[in-house]
């Protein structure tokens, strides 16, 4: 009698480990096919359609083309993006541009993303216009977000797409450039360059952030 006890208690302990095992490994696996894609902005009509809000454009312009909408969440909009396996997070702070690092590390932990599945769009005027860079780290480049991003993970090791918007503009006049809309003839190739943004998103996810980088970097 005694035997047969011991022997269904190893059965159901084989069984709940077995279990419990296969639980982790399906989590630890849908864990690692998310991704947390953040847009840089600012929030308000009068950002809407400035080149330091590229990254929002890129954003909103994936959610229209996929018939998705945003939803207004804690610290950001948010929606989300199923691809071929992949759950792409599409957030949109709303905390400013200069605090976007709050709630990058807040949709970060909600969601359970690891930092190597973050993805962050902002614009770059080191860049010719439209031209496409991604990197897996690197300094914050004098941009105020990335700074807020880099200072609240306590780490340069995140993976950032830097949209280019060109230096066209005269000395003392940055920050009118950078708040300023987009000339008549940058609208016009705007679209094409917004695609091929989705599509470097895309890759991010399914191909790898190397992969992408050789695909996308300077096209």
């Known amino acids: 009698m005694l035997f047969l006890f011991l022997h269904k208690m190893c059965k159901f302990i084989y069984r709940l480990f077995t279990k419990k ?11 690692m096919k998310k991704y947390l894609i953040v847009g840089l902005g600012n929030i308000g009509a ?17 959610v229209e083309k ?5 939803e207004t969440n ?13 759950t792409f997070i599409l957030l949109k702070p709303s905390t400013y541009m200069n605090l976007s690092g709050k ?14 599945n ?25 941009h105020n977000g990335l700074k807020d991003i880099q200072d609240k993970l306590q ?11 060109s230096d066209e503009f005269s000395k003392g006049r940055q920050v009118d450039y950078v708040l300023g809309d987009w000339s008549s003839e940058e609208n016009e190739k705007l679209p094409e360059r917004l695609n091929k943004s989705i599509e470097l998103i895309k890759s991010f996810g399914l191909a790898g952030i190397n992969n992408t980088m050789n695909t996308f970097n300077g096209k």
Do not use: Q
């Open 21 to 31: 095992t296969a639980s982790l490994i399906n989590e630890a696996e849908t864990t």
């Open 46 to 62: 009068e950002y809407h359609n400035t080149r330091h809000n590229i990254g929002f454009k890129i954003l909103d312009f994936l």
């Open 66 to 70: 996929e018939a998705l909408t945003f």
């Open 74 to 86: 804690k610290l950001g909009d948010t929606s989300t993006y199923k691809f071929k396996g992949r």
């Open 103 to 116: 709630s990058v590390l807040y949709w970060l932990t909600k969601e359970k993303i690891p930092i190597e």
């Open 118 to 142: 973050l993805l962050v769009v902002t614009d770059d005027l080191n860049l010719p216009f439209g031209s496409l860079r991604l990197k897996i780290k690197g300094s914050d480049g004098g």
């Open 155 to 165: 780490t340069t090791k995140y993976n950032r797409f830097r949209f280019g918007i």
